[in-house]
């Protein structure tokens, strides 16, 4: 069992940056991918971000790519979704993940595991 806590979402300017963070318990956190999920209002939850289980591969949605850096700190059960040039269409609830899978294909993805936190808001103006 694994549970997670997100932090650091707030209101932005277009042109800005945040940087969540997601608190993880228990002692299995090192040996779990991670990942971050968005929910924007009337829209289904979609993929942000992954890593792997030892912070050596990275993979991210196309709208993000360039623009968002995930990251992990194992000594801190922590994950980090440091996020810049932010847009409007970044606006929604950032959900963390954790126990997801990676699919090596030519273009890997990550699909979520049954680990959530709770999110956390971030919306950004025009």
């Known amino acids: 069992q694994v549970q997670l806590a997100e932090s650091g979402g707030g209101l932005v300017q277009a042109g800005g940056s945040l940087r969540l963070s997601c608190v993880a318990s228990?002692?299995?956190?090192?040996?779990?991918?991670m990942g971050w999920f968005r929910q924007a209002p009337g829209k289904e939850r979609e993929f942000v971000a992954g890593?792997?289980?030892?912070?050596?591969?990275?993979y991210y949605a196309d709208s993000v790519k360039g623009r968002f850096t995930i990251s992990r700190d194992i000594a801190k059960n922590t994950v980090y979704l440091e996020m810049n040039s932010l847009k409007p269409e970044d606006t929604a609830v950032y959900y963390c993940?954790?126990?997801?899978?990676?699919?090596?294909?030519?273009?890997?993805?990550?699909?979520?595991?049954?680990?959530w936190g709770q999110g956390t808001q971030v919306n950004v103006s025009s």
């Open positions: 890593i792997s289980w030892s912070g050596g591969s990275t």
């Open positions: 993940n954790a126990d997801g899978t990676i699919h090596l294909t030519s273009h890997s993805y990550y699909t979520p595991g049954d680990y």
């Open positions: 228990g002692r299995t956190f090192r040996s779990y991918n």
